[in-house]
C-alpha cells in the first residue's frame, strides 16, 4: 500500500473547496451529476471496484449538495457549493464530461451555454491550483486499492 497516496486520499477527502455556481445552471448540472452516477452504476455490475464505488459515493454526495444549496433563497444569483478536494475532481470530470462525452450532453440555451462555460473556467482555475503530483497519487490510490 502506497503510504503517500493514502495521506492525499485523506487529505483530499477532508478539505473543502468552495464553488460558486450560478443557480440559472444548478438544476442542469444536478441532472449532470445524477446521469454519472447512472452510467457508474451501470459499470459497477460489470466490474465491482474500489474506484468505482468510491467514485459513486462521492458524486452522490455531490447531488445531495446541490439539492440542498438549490434551496437557498430565491433571488440569489449564485449559490456557493462546498465540495471536498475529491469531490471536486469527481464534479470536475463530470463537468468536463457535459462538453465532450455524448452520453452526457444536455442542449443548454446560449445563455445557460455561457454560464456553463463561466463555471468550467472557474472548475479549471480552483483545479490549476493543485498540486499536479498530489492529484496524480490521490488518482493512483484509488486505482490500485
Known sequence: MNIKGKDIYIKFNNEDMKIEIPKLILFDVAQQVNKYIEFLQEQKDSKDNFAIGDNIN??????TKILIVSG??????EVILYLTIAEFLV????????????????NFNIYHTEKFKELFQQIE??????????VRAYWNYIKNN
Open 58 to 63: 462521492k458524486a452522490e454526495n455531490i447531488y
Open 72 to 77: 437557498e433563497p430565491y433571488g440569489r444569483q
Open 91 to 106: 464534479f470536475r470530470y463530470v463537468v468536463f464530461c457535459n462538453h465532450t462525452i455524448v452520453h452526457f450532453k444536455s
Open 125 to 134: 482555475s480552483l483545479y490549476n491550483n493543485l498540486s499536479r503530483s498530489e
